[in-house]
């Protein structure tokens, strides 16, 4: 099903790559002008004119600079996130209070900053990349479990209140997904559980899943550009996994 979203503005963090950059595509392939916000420069600018639309390099986890932000967008996915694997008694404090602030704090305040702009149109669209960690916890993963079951919360209050107002809050919670994140967790998985780095996909990363595949970014784009579209009234408060039935258990 196509979905039209000509005149809309599209903000998408974590813009430069993976799932971050299959979104800026699919919301600008169906009309959508899109910023691209992401914290290399690089990565934004290359993806921004690729699609037509616009870069905004922004550090995310300095939230104190996003304090007073107010932003003029009609469709917001929240994708920023870094990982970090260590158990908790290593895990380094400031490690966690970063992650927290990028992918939690800094979704709470963009929503913040776009919501006045959403109510006096009477449409907005808040999107929430949360990963199926948003619904399952795993070890060795404490900040991004912590902060991804935070943003579902957040997401279910923004629907709540959004909800008369035209502006819809949905979680996408996607298992492992081909990017970048993925691989860069592979060597620190298979020290945690004393595993070769070949074996991590299979014994970590697809253990629980009926597919026994990876998701592409591009799977995880279609179902956001859908959920962004006139058709997505309904479609708030909520999680929509794509986990390879991970979940199922």
Known sequence: MSVDLSGKRALVTGAGSGIGQACAVALSGAGAFVTVADIDPRAAGEVAEQIGGESWVVDLADTEALGELRIDQDIVVNNAGIQHVSPIE?????????????????????????????????????????????????????????AKHGLEGLSKVIALEGGGKGVTSVCVSPGYVRTALVDKQIADQARMHGISADEVVERVFLADTAVKRLAEPAEVADLVTWLCGPNAGMATGTSFTLDGGWTAH
């Not at 404090?93 to 009477?122: D, N, Q, S």
């Not at 907005?124 to 900040?143: D, F, M, P, Q, W």
């Open 90 to 146: 290593d895990f380094p404090p400031e490690k966690f209070r970063l992650i927290l602030r990028l992918m939690l704090e800094a979704p709470f305040l963009l929503t913040r900053a776009v919501l006045p702009g959403m109510y006096e149109r009477g449409f907005g669209r808040i999107v929430n990349i949360t990963s199926v960690h948003g619904l399952r916890a795993s070890e060795y993963k404490s900040a991004y479990v912590a």
